[in-house]
């Protein structure tokens, strides 16, 4: 018994001890949260980045057959010119 009464020390210090761990585990559970925030972060960028590049991949491919096609318009206009050429002998 303390000088003026209970010695609630004991008590005291094991809700100080309490409050300490807390604090470490909410530090510890910030930083996580942290973390996670700048991989989701990081994650949103590499999706934007890919989304781009699928966008300019399919750009290539409209491109390639709008090319392919005129190509082949060509090609049947010249085949129709040198049949009628070729009949006019």
Same mark, same amino acid.
């Given at each position: ?59 290539? =491919? &409209?491109?390639?057959?709008? &090319?392919?096609?005129? +190509? =082949?318009?060509?090609? %049947? &206009?010249? %085949? ?7 009949? +006019?002998?």
């Amino acid at each position: 018994m303390g000088f003026f009464g209970d010695d609630k020390a004991d008590e005291i210090e094991a809700l100080q001890q309490q409050i300490r761990d807390g604090e470490t585990k909410r530090k510890k559970l910030a930083e996580a949260l942290a973390t996670e925030r700048k991989r989701a972060a990081d994650l949103a960028a590499l999706i934007e980045k890919y989304k781009i590049e699928t966008e300019q991949a399919r750009a290539a =491919v &409209r491109a390639a057959r709008r &090319r392919q096609n005129f +190509s =082949v318009e060509k090609a %049947k &206009r010249l %085949k129709t010119a040198r049949d009628k050429a070729a009949q +006019s002998l």
